[in-house]
Nanobody, 129 residues
Framework: QVQPVESGGGLVQPGGSLRLSCAASGSTLGYYTIGWFRQAPGKEREGVSC????????YYADSVKGRFTVSRDNAKNAVYLQMNSLKPEDTAVYYC??????????????????????WGQGTQVTVSS
């Protein structure tokens, strides 16, 4: 059983960058489809980006396409979310989630949180001047 752990959140000015990391204990992240989700106050948790375990295919929500990049480093047992050109509306708690799934990454991200069995505790990202 995998236990994701996020890190890298913080306070950044609009236009700035952050890199979130998702590490794991208990298992190898490379076996899992990984999803990055975020939840702002008063809003539902939404899928931001997902990356497959098999071929490295990725999916991005329209709101972050062209600004965020998801990648994985199996040697370090980690998945990253590089966030550039950050906007105030990106402010949220960001979660890393993992699941053993044969669905496509687009399906996994669009289905929302339910398909993902394993969740980290979240890391706060605040974009403000």
């Amino acid at each position: 059983q995998v236990q994701p752990v996020e890190s890298g959140g913080g306070l950044v000015q609009p236009g700035g960058s952050l890199r979130l990391s998702c590490a794991a204990s208990g298992s190898t992240l490379g076996y899992y489809t990984i999803g990055w989700f975020r939840q702002a106050p008063g809003k539902e948790r939404e899928g931001v980006s997902c990356i497959s375990s098999s071929d490295g295919s990725t999916y991005y929500a329209d709101s972050v396409k062209g600004r965020f990049t998801v990648s994985r480093d199996n040697a370090k047992n980690a998945v990253y979310l590089q966030m550039n050109s950050l906007k105030p509306e990106d402010t949220a708690v960001y979660y890393c989630a993992a699941d053993l799934s044969f669905r496509t990454v687009q399906t996994m991200c669009l289905m929302g949180p339910d398909p993902f069995a394993y969740w980290g505790q979240g890391t706060q990202v605040t974009v403000s001047s």
